[in-house]
């Protein structure tokens, strides 16, 4: 049986991420960990769920975070800086509008391509002596001891892509980050909160007559927000929340009629739409894990909680469940490392065992569970209000819409809230 300190199971963003950014830290001995990452698809043949054709908003605290685990620069090339964001609301004079500049910063925010990226982050994960690449494969049983959990992986697992002999894994972490229909997460039973919002999010790439010189919309109208992020070679990436009907009707238009409808919806900010990529249909559902660990097991990203993507904050939410887990583990690693040289000076002709810390071990799940459980609470009520506030062709409620929306714009420290909440910072 080969034995890791953290087994990730899932390769998409969040597990990527978080495999990458625990590949930098040392044991007690001085050691890197050992983790695998355990990932049924590849990357460059695009047949991966995690990095399909959509784009993510990455906010200007997780540019941070991604900056201090060393990662920002595989992104860096591959991201369109949001420098203004502009918040209307259809029919009515409502509008705000933030800028970097005014908070001194380069960008609010940026966008980066899935496919791209997985392609990048797929690359690193191989090159990264400390991490065992084991794709494609799939876990095809689990189970959870006191001190370990075992893994027997499926029959055609890889390893760095060569057939494997031994499918037996252990670990004392394992990390579930395999997407809102998560098998360990089911297994589990854990207790989830879901909400279905009978909407659809339509997504796709779309090019405008005018450039958009990096700046993002968002657009509120009564069957649901529209929004526009900018992107590379002057596109912009479209999501496009309607009610599971209106979805129907306009994935069944051909493009220009499909532009004409986005037109009368989104108006003429940026010129005519000329053209539309692929579209896709994603339903809506609010999907969560209120308390996303279990003995030796936890649950990050999508696995944990999915999101209404109305304020674009689904991966910034699970960056900050990565940044949290490795935060967690250094901080037990760093005690270990002082208690281990304790140790060997007492015991001066012993061998010092090479780490003294329990990566998933119910103090430091517990820890790493409160300190996520609040910043997932006030996202998922902030998302989830904000989803059922403006989808709603209520006159009250609309009226209500577009006061805020001119409060907030006169008002310098509501505007600020605003700013700060789109930069993802809490």
Not at 150 to 172: V, Y
Not at 250 to 273: K, S
Not at 373 to 396: I, K, R, Y
Request: proline share 4%; glycine share 8%.
């Amino acid at each position: 049986m080969t034995h890791y300190d953290v087994v990730i199971n899932g390769g998409g963003m969040a597990g990527a991420v978080l495999a990458l950014g625990l590949s930098q830290l040392k044991q007690a001995n001085g050691l890197p960990l050992r983790i695998a990452l355990i990932e049924q698809s590849r990357p460059e043949h695009n047949r991966h769920p995690g990095f399909d054709a959509r784009s993510i908003a990455i906010a200007g605290h997780s540019q941070y975070l991604l900056q201090q685990l060393g990662l920002w620069p595989l992104f860096a090339e591959l991201a369109t800086p949001i420098t203004d964001i502009q918040v209307s609301d259809q029919g009515h004079f409502g509008q705000v509008n933030l800028q970097a500049t005014d908070y001194g910063l380069p960008a609010l925010g940026y966008v980066v391509e899935l496919t791209p990226i997985g392609q990048v982050l797929y690359q690193q994960l191989q090159q990264t002596p400390a991490i065992d690449l084991y794709c494609p494969a799939q876990i095809q049983d689990w189970q959870q001891a006191q001190d370990t959990v075992t893994i027997t992986l499926n029959n055609s697992s890889q390893l760095q892509g060569s057939t494997i002999a031994n499918r037996q894994l252990s670990t004392r972490l394992l990390v579930a980050a395999d997407g809102n229909h998560s098998p360990i997460s089911r297994q589990l039973k854990l207790p989830r909160r879901q909400f279905n919002y009978q909407q659809s999010a339509i997504i796709a790439n779309v090019q405008t007559a005018k450039h958009h010189q990096h700046q993002a919309f968002e657009r509120f109208s009564a069957e649901g927000p529209v929004a526009l992020l900018p992107m590379s070679q002057g596109r912009s990436s479209l999501v496009w929340c309607v009610s599971n009907t209106r979805a129907e009707q306009l994935m069944a238009l051909d493009d220009n009629d499909f532009l004409a409808e986005l037109q009368t919806i989104f108006g003429y900010r940026l010129g005519r739409f000329t053209r539309t990529g692929t579209r896709h249909c994603y339903p809506l559902m609010l999907d969560e894990v209120p308390k996303p660990w279990h003995h030796r097991v936890v649950l990050i990203g999508n696995a944990a909680h999915l999101l209404h993507p109305i304020a674009g904050q689904g991966f910034n939410l699970g960056l900050r469940d990565v940044a949290a887990l490795i935060e967690q583990t250094r901080h037990l690693l760093s005690l270990s490392s002082t208690q281990h040289s304790a140790f060997a000076h007492a015991n001066e002709h012993n061998q010092a065992q090479s780490t003294l810390a329990d990566i998933g071990g119910y103090a430091m799940l517990s820890r790493y569970g409160q300190s996520r459980q609040a910043d997932q609470a006030t996202l998922v009520g902030m998302t989830s209000a904000l989803a059922l506030l403006f989808s709603n062709n209520d006159p009250l409620l609309a009226a209500g819409r577009n006061m805020g929306l001119n409060v907030m714009a006169a008002c310098g420290s509501l505007k600020h809230t605003l700013a700060w909440q789109a930069m993802g910072k809490r």
